[in-house]
């Protein structure tokens, strides 16, 4: 069966499902994985229909305590229930979770799996938050890429009904809930037709119901309560079965190969990782660089992380495998090890497979971003005669030396597929312009397409960097682009600040959003980017998208400029056939704003497509003079010294990610912030300054709090 | 140091502690652990001074959840706090409690530990909710009796503070809170001088203060949250060294030899178990039992439970150890096995032990008793060629067949303990009486002294077992009596329904509340329980405790009357020294309720002292008439019918420890339970029956809930 394709995140993907297949939808939504439980109020509003040609009740609660409570009531009373979670949320979740396992009641709660607050709150992406939950009964099912979160939410629903057994579908908050691609959907019909209606009809004849009263969840005393808790055991047997079955039927349907677990890689290696979520993409992309530079290494992506199957693990196991790394995207401060570690370690041990050397490591915690060159770093580890364990990558470790080097950082993404990156601010449209682009792209071509969008949680105002990537092979690449085809800088002050033309490939195209020609240039852009830029030969292109859109009356909504212009310069498509498209995109998004809105947008495209201007390269920039010195923000509290240059100048200057562990000593682990640094992290990202003018001023002070900062004054 | 001994049970033991070390409590009080919070709040409430001379701030708040802020709050401005829970009152706490571990701040918690809700909520004990906090970064403690829960609660408080991380104190719910020892107490000045001064100081200065502000607790970005959240890893070594400091210390004074992991037995055993709580207490004892029948036994005593040190907990294996069984009190479904498992497997295989075969084994959850046999039949499991993994002790699973049998059940206590067995009915005062006794035995006499309290969560109207044991030994039966030297039935309505007199030693004493005579007994016992105090030379008293409670005025309250037969029988202490203890604990229990409650009760001690009665026990009871059959209570409901006959009617005679696994599987693992049939659980157990007496009746229609039951209409 084929599958239309639509260009969409994992959210999205997993919510598309969840509403099929949901009578009952009880949510609170949280970071990352909000847009789920929005998109099934949206579409219930819309009066979607689900497979039972029902529109989903969905009922916001005061909590992600009460959700779980909603969900535990309405799942008893035979609706099939469901909702969307992360983190804290997740874990509010936990007491009720255990009920609704003992109980053997099918409710799904999918999981954008993000980081528990810790030392510090992270709205980013780990497995913090799925880990506290691996006692409590649920199976849980890890998806690893956007494709998966749409095929596997079907199997967590339909193996919920078939074995009766609650469910928890997880995949990698903002890697996957967030990333964009372009994957097959699910029809509802065909949906409609993997539901069994007699396991659904046993379903509701076991709900609640006045007509055959039953009385739930009651209290024991200890003389019953560990033999009823043991007759429990068979129920797992039936969660393997059904999930297998229910993978069955979606492989047989769509010709996938999904299992529990998954090997990938080579039929005799010696070396294998043992991993859950996107880090399996990319861990692929290795595998087959390694095997095809003679290494013999693979893969085991879980799937089915509980019920942990011991026997069809060691099973999925190449006999020729000597070493496993296995990868945990959690840390557990105290234990001996992480709980996939010690789950591989323990069940090599039991299924008494004799010589492997098992070690295990953590890795990405709050969506630290995780390369080829750190997985070709945990292959690398067990070649040693004595592989370093309890070990991280990503980072640089240089208290307790647990990090592994990264020695190399090759380029293993297929050679079709371009990549582009775009740098932009909080706000001024460049995350969704490019939203726009990659649906373009992945829905009027052929091509793959694959959008991640990396921002911080200061959204509005902070840097934003868009990574798309398109081609003709599957994308698999789940970490930044780091040398693009194309780059775009969105934001005129980035030029003298951080490092992206560097992110371009030597002979890409570099576009700016400047006024200034190659002579103002010179002054401005620091002498490495000069000479990276004349070295490499880089196209280097710019047009003034700030003036056009002030003069289009846009204000400082450059998008559509700096959309056009991509298009024309990265030639993905006939440049009149991506215009339409553009032109298409501006009335769906802008439509209910007016048609002065659409109109100013659609001159705005054509403004980018026309008022490009290529930059000649002048000589001068192979041998720039040098930069002037910039300095530190002075402090004058002598405690925030250190913390002002070590830390807060480094993650200023977008460079945080090759700090130190060391660095996050003194401040308690990073718990502990000096106070008043704020004022210190001046970003000077306007293109703009208000000025005061006498003569106008009423004296209404309200300039005090249009511009805070106290620049007008 | 000698410190003063005082008979009393775990719970307020660590509040003892807690009391002295604590400056803030932010409270929510759950079973088991509400008896902590309630004493640290009475004795707030009194004036009592902590060890820094002020009285404990006492706060208490809408949930765990709340408590769990506050704490947060609390510790962070410099107060040394803590708070008391349990359960799912714990599980509320987890996403706090990461915070705290993250911020490096030395709260402490102390968990009666006990059953979090899954097919069935019960309020009794296991680790499945510390298990649940393993992966927060708190540090885990655990006491396996009264006497550690004294002694550790001081290590938790002190190691706290020297690391500056949080401690998580537990200790078995009901088994050790509710189980009354005589033990040593910390008094005040000792635990001030334990306490490093210079410790405290730097604690106050890290604290929240407007004198030097700092932020804590900020949102950190992908950029750097990873490095910051490996930079507490060495932290993790302060805890152990912490504790291990603190350890020594307490050991120094009061000659105890308490370390992270404490090995009992051979020092050349072959096969041991690893175990925390209050199953090492029962372990020893039949290690000790092993060890003098020729076998080579040990047992690991997992004190610091996290941070787990795998290198210490080696070191502390003897080197000829073969085979280690590790015993879980929390059951996982659906993992490869249970926590404390995984890290002995994981830890035997990283420090490369070889040839140890290692495997897992629940028991006791929700208190389920844990007998000599149990352990005896896992040190036995060990000998096999195959050892069973994954299995369960104390019940049978005739479904999975997980359980090990019980092959004997051989007496370990020391010889010279005297055991006491108590049947009661909740509310009829022999629970409070009984603990009157072990106190007067504990605190008068030279001897050691145990009272463990058995009821269920029905409390009022239920039956109560009262387990008693004292002697010169050291007391480590940490398990019911139940062969008893001296055995009460303080309802007459037990007499016909249970099997009581059974648990009498041959030659034991048997005290009966009842009425009847020889003749009348005849008719009433069960033939098998005649011909066990015919063929077992069990001398039979009566009292008429009903009878003597009504004259006096006292009502159902037959307590201080049965009291007196029971130290009268038992000639433990002079009867006359005996009378005069009694008589203070009226005066002490009953003072504040006037004194003719006092005078009444006072003169029940006499009466029970003086009607006491021997019943000559007829030679007809050794070949008695066999007993008239009993039958199930009828049901018309056909779903119930199988409920009714095989579980509820055995729960109801006591005998519901019996029930296999395979009773609860139609019942969806016990989780679902027939409507209507509370109605059928007759117990008849009053000793009167209400009658309407017409020329009475006023029409005021109240008898309807007086007697619910209509047993007046």
């Known amino acids: 069966?084929?599958?239309?394709?639509?260009?969409?995140?994992?959210?999205?993907?997993?919510?598309?499902?969840?509403?099929?297949?949901?009578?009952?939808?009880?949510?609170?939504?949280?970071?990352?994985?909000?847009?789920?439980?929005?998109?099934?109020?949206?579409?219930?509003?819309?009066?979607?229909?689900?497979?039972?040609?029902?529109?989903?009740?969905?009922?916001?609660?005061?909590?992600?305590?009460?959700?779980?409570?909603?969900?535990?009531?309405?799942?008893?009373?035979?609706?099939?229930?469901?909702?969307?979670?992360?983190?804290?949320?997740?874990?509010?979740?936990?007491?009720?979770?255990?009920?609704?396992?003992?109980?053997?009641?099918?409710?799904?709660?999918?999981?954008?799996?993000?980081?528990?607050?810790?030392?510090?709150?992270?709205?980013?992406?780990?497995?913090?938050?799925?880990?506290?939950?691996?006692?409590?009964?649920?199976?849980?099912?890890?998806?690893?890429?956007?494709?998966?979160?749409?095929?596997?939410?079907?199997?967590?629903?339909?193996?919920?009904?078939?074995?009766?057994?609650?469910?928890?579908?997880?995949?990698?908050?903002?890697?996957?809930?967030?990333?964009?691609?372009?994957?097959?959907?699910?029809?509802?019909?065909?949906?409609?037709?993997?539901?069994?209606?007699?396991?659904?009809?046993?379903?509701?004849?076991?709900?609640?119901?006045?007509?055959?009263?039953?009385?739930?969840?009651?209290?024991?005393?200890?003389?019953?309560?560990?033999?009823?808790?043991?007759?429990?055991?068979?129920?797992?047997?039936?969660?393997?079965?059904?999930?297998?079955?229910?993978?069955?039927?979606?492989?047989?349907?769509?010709?996938?190969?999904?299992?529990?677990?998954?090997?990938?890689?080579?039929?005799n290696a010696d070396r294998i990782i043992v991993a859950m979520g996107s880090v399996c993409e990319t861990a692929e992309e290795v595998v087959d660089y390694l095997n095809a530079h003679g290494e013999k290494v693979g893969l085991i992506k879980v799937r089915l992380y509980r019920p942990w199957a011991a026997s069809s693990f060691i099973a999925t196991l190449p006999k020729t495998v000597k070493r496993i790394a296995v990868l945990d995207r959690t840390k557990e401060p105290g234990s001996v090890g992480e709980p996939l570690y010690l789950d591989v370690m323990t069940s090599v041990v039991e299924c008494g497979v004799p010589g492997i050397w098992v070690c295990g490591g953590r890795y990405g915690l709050a969506s630290k971003d995780v390369t080829p060159g750190q997985i070709i770093a945990t292959f690398d580890n067990l070649k040693l005669d004595f592989p370093k364990n309890s070990f991280t990558i990503g980072i640089t470790d240089d208290v307790t030396n647990l990090s592994l080097p990264v020695t190399k950082e090759p380029l293993t993404t297929p050679s079709d597929i371009i990549s582009c990156k775009f740098w932009g601010l909080g706000s001024d449209g460049t995350v969704g312009a490019n939203k726009n682009s990659i649906k373009i792209i992945g829905d009027h071509t052929d091509k793959t397409a694959q959008a991640y969008f990396q921002y911080d949680s200061r959204k509005s105002g902070g840097v934003t960097i868009s990574h798309l990537r398109f081609g003709s092979s599957p994308i698999k690449s789940a970490y930044y682009v780091s040398k693009a085809d194309f780059v775009a800088c969105h934001s005129p002050s980035y030029l003298e600040k951080y490092d992206i033309v560097q992110d371009t490939k030597p002979g890409g195209v570099f576009l700016a959003n400047c006024a200034w020609g190659a002579e103002e240039l010179t002054s401005i852009l620091p002498a490495a980017a000069k000479k990276y830029i004349a070295d490499n030969d880089i196209k280097f292109y710019a047009v003034d998208a700030v003036k056009i859109a002030k003069d289009l009356g846009l204000g400082n909504r450059t998008n559509s400029i700096l959309q056009a212009a991509f298009f024309k310069l990265s030639n993905i498509l006939p440049i009149e056939n991506a215009a339409e498209y553009m032109r298409q995109a501006v009335r769906d998004t802008y439509g209910r704003k007016g048609d002065d809105v659409v109109r100013m947008n659609i001159e705005a495209i054509e403004a980018g497509l026309n008022q490009l201007v290529e930059i000649n390269v002048p000589d001068s920039w192979k041998s720039p003079a040098p930069d002037a010195k910039t300095e530190s923000p002075a402090t004058s509290r002598a405690d925030a010294a250190s913390y002002v240059s070590e830390v807060m100048t480094q993650m200023n200057a977008m460079r945080g990610d090759k700090l130190p562990v060391s660095a996050f000593i003194a401040t308690e682990a990073g718990s502990l912030l000096p106070a008043g640094t704020a004022a210190l992290e001046k970003r000077a990202i306007n293109s703009e300054a208000p000025s005061w003018i006498p003569e106008n001023c009423i004296q209404c002070n309200r300039c005090a709090y249009v511009c805070p900062h106290s620049v007008v004054r």
């Open 1 to 267: 069966m084929t599958r239309k394709l639509k260009t969409m995140d994992g959210n999205t993907a997993a919510a598309h499902v969840a509403y099929a297949l949901t009578d009952v939808a009880a949510i609170y939504p949280i970071t990352p994985s909000s847009t789920m439980a929005e998109y099934i109020d949206k579409w219930a509003s819309e009066g979607r229909l689900n497979i039972f040609g029902q529109t989903v009740r969905v009922v916001e609660m005061q909590s992600e305590g009460g959700a779980a409570g909603a969900v535990h009531g309405s799942v008893i009373s035979g609706a099939l229930t469901s909702t969307f979670t992360a983190s804290q949320g997740l874990l509010l979740m936990i007491p009720t979770m255990y009920m609704i396992a003992g109980e053997q009641l099918p409710a799904v709660i999918h999981v954008s799996a993000r980081t528990v607050a810790s030392h510090a709150l992270s709205i980013f992406g780990d497995h913090s938050d799925v880990m506290a939950c691996r006692q409590t009964g649920f199976a849980m099912l890890a998806s690893n890429s956007p494709q998966e979160a749409m095929d596997l939410s079907a199997v967590a629903h339909i193996a919920a009904i078939d074995s009766s057994m609650p469910f928890l579908h997880f995949f990698d908050g903002f890697r996957t809930s967030h990333e964009m691609q372009k994957i097959g959907v699910w029809d509802y019909d065909t949906l409609r037709k993997l539901f069994d209606d007699e396991k659904l009809a046993r379903f509701h004849a076991r709900a609640n119901n006045p007509a055959h009263p039953v009385l739930r969840g009651s209290a024991q005393n200890g003389d019953i309560f560990f033999q009823a808790r043991e007759a429990i055991n068979s129920k797992y047997t039936d969660v393997y079965t059904a999930t297998e079955s229910a993978m069955d039927k979606v492989n047989k349907l769509i010709g996938t190969n999904y299992k529990p677990f998954n090997y990938y890689g080579s039929s």
